[in-house]
């Protein structure tokens, strides 16, 4: 009965696929760019799962047919094939319908997408914005791993080292879907290098994981757009003192939730050259706003499915790094290793993996599958 309530809903989606598959070479929908995007998206989810259709009825008929010859068939080496058939398919079937399972789970909409990602030092001063540059390190080799790019549109240094505040963006396959789950405060618990008497200090950063949106995801009025021109500071030797490539913009914007205009204000020295940071910069305000209109959306989601793992509540603490212990503990699915230095190594993943296992137990707890 299981088999057939699932190949049904699989019948389904394949009607769906094919359905799409004639929508995306149709003229009119290539002409609109936001539906054709979105239909080539779930083109390629829809492939995948029907590909894993077909899979599960090749596998389902090899045991109907191995079945049939055992109850019907008198030769004896055909009985034997028979039964080394059933017994290397039978095995194979709860794998594939759980993969099935995971797979008809919805994606988050934005999983796919690059990510801008935003570490801030919060609570502890001088040593917060340390661990907010030992975070944005840690980031920065699993992202050497993983094969991503990362490229910084701003920072405030720490007046001790680290950063106040650093901006940047990764550019990658799946970076949204995969880093999302690192937005919240993270603290950490070890001995200052500014501390003279040994003492333990508790300090904090948050961590911000937006998804980086497209020129035709949020509607910008670039005549409201005020811009300045400023110096950037740091390394570039004279390019850096004479030429005002640095850009910031103001923009005033109206939240469709609280209805109140706020103005935005985003600064990008990225390069040295101002068009390229005045490009970069807008890239950060379309991602900015569409990440706060996606918020009822977020908020939405979290509300119904309460979610431990992956809420949206970026004031939420996810994750202690205890370094006398050497301890790294993720609040969320009680999570504890003891690999403290490989972590801060970029060495993240297997954290990562249990949190989506962990958050793909609760979509499929929620839509009872």
Same mark, same amino acid.
């Given at each position: 009965?299981?088999?057939?309530?699932?190949?049904?809903?699989?019948?389904?989606?394949?009607?769906?696929?094919?359905?799409?598959?004639?929508?995306?070479?149709?003229?009119?929908?290539?002409?609109?760019?936001?539906?054709?995007?979105?239909?080539?998206?779930?083109?390629?989810?829809?492939?995948?799962?029907?590909?894993?259709?077909?899979?599960?009825?090749?596998?389902?008929?090899?045991?109907?047919?191995?079945?049939?010859?055992?109850?019907?068939?008198?030769?004896?080496?055909?009985?034997?094939?028979?039964?080394?058939?059933?017994?290397?398919?039978?095995?194979?079937?709860?794998?594939?319908?759980?993969?099935?399972?995971?797979?008809?789970?919805?994606?988050?909409?934005?999983?796919?997408?690059?990510?801008?990602?935003?570490?801030?030092?919060?609570?502890?001063?001088?040593?917060?914005?340390?661990?907010?540059?030992?975070?944005?390190?840690?980031? =920065?080799?699993?992202?050497?791993?993983?094969?991503?790019?990362?490229?910084?549109?701003?920072?405030?240094?720490?007046?001790?080292?680290?950063?106040?505040?650093?901006?940047? =963006?990764? =550019?990658?396959?799946?970076?949204?879907?995969?880093?999302?789950?690192?937005?919240?405060?993270?603290?950490?618990?070890?001995?200052?290098?500014?501390?003279?008497?040994?003492?333990?200090?508790?300090?904090?950063?948050?961590?911000?994981?937006?998804?980086?949106?497209?020129?035709?995801?949020?509607?910008?009025?670039?005549?409201?757009?005020?811009?300045?021109?400023?110096?950037?500071?740091?390394?570039?030797?004279?390019?850096?003192?004479?030429?005002?490539?640095?850009?910031?913009?103001?923009?005033?914007?109206?939240?469709?939730?609280?209805?109140? =205009?706020?103005?935005?204000?985003?600064?990008?020295?990225?390069?040295?050259?101002?068009?390229?940071?005045?490009?970069?910069?807008?890239?950060?305000?379309?991602?900015?706003?569409?990440?706060?209109?996606?918020?009822?959306?977020?908020?939405?989601?979290?509300?119904?499915?309460?979610?431990?793992?992956?809420?949206?509540?970026?004031?939420?603490?996810?994750?202690?790094?205890?370094?006398?212990?050497?301890?790294?503990?993720?609040?969320?699915?009680?999570?504890?290793?003891?690999?403290?230095?490989?972590?801060?190594?970029?060495?993240?993943?297997?954290?990562?993996?249990?949190?989506?296992?962990?958050?793909?137990?609760?979509?499929?707890?929620?839509?009872?599958?």
């Amino acid at each position: 009965m299981a088999e057939t309530s699932l190949l049904d809903r699989l019948n389904d989606l394949e009607a769906k696929f094919k359905e799409i598959t004639t929508l995306i070479t149709d003229p009119a929908v290539i002409a609109d760019m936001k539906r054709y995007v979105k239909l080539n998206k779930e083109y390629a989810d829809l492939e995948r799962i029907v590909k894993l259709k077909k899979e599960y009825e090749t596998l389902l008929n090899n045991i109907d047919e191995a079945k049939s010859m055992l109850a019907n068939e008198k030769d004896a080496e055909l009985i034997e094939m028979a039964k080394t058939e059933l017994s290397e398919a039978e095995p194979k079937v709860p794998a594939l319908e759980e993969e099935i399972k995971l797979a008809l789970i919805p994606d988050d909409p934005e999983d796919g997408r690059n990510a801008i990602m935003e570490i801030r030092g919060g609570a502890g001063g001088d040593e917060a914005a340390i661990f907010a540059g030992d975070l944005f390190r840690m980031y =920065t080799k699993y992202c050497e791993l993983k094969g991503w790019a990362v490229s910084v549109s701003s920072m405030n240094e720490g007046t001790a080292g680290g950063f106040k505040e650093i901006v940047f =963006t990764v =550019t990658g396959d799946r970076v949204y879907g995969t880093l999302k789950y690192e937005s919240g405060v993270h603290r950490v618990q070890r001995v200052p290098v500014t501390e003279t008497q040994g003492r333990v200090h508790t300090s904090a950063a948050s961590v911000a994981v937006l998804p980086e949106a497209q020129p035709f995801d949020v509607d910008i009025n670039e005549g409201l757009i005020k811009w300045d021109t400023f110096r950037s500071g740091g390394a570039g030797g004279q390019n850096v003192n004479k030429v005002e490539s640095g850009v910031r913009l103001r923009y005033p914007w109206k939240s469709p939730i609280s209805g109140q =205009t706020e103005e935005i204000l985003i600064e990008c020295t990225e390069t040295r050259d101002q068009p390229k940071n005045k490009e970069r910069a807008l890239t950060r305000l379309r991602s900015y706003i569409y990440d706060r209109e996606h918020q009822k959306y977020v908020d939405d989601i979290a509300s119904r499915r309460k979610t431990m793992v992956s809420t949206g509540d970026r004031s939420a603490k996810i994750r202690t790094y205890n370094y006398p212990q050497g301890r790294i503990t993720d609040h969320r699915i009680n999570y504890t290793i003891y690999n403290l230095s490989a972590f801060m190594d970029g060495d993240i993943q297997d954290c990562i993996d249990h949190l989506i296992v962990a958050e793909n137990a609760e979509k499929m707890k929620a839509s009872e599958m």
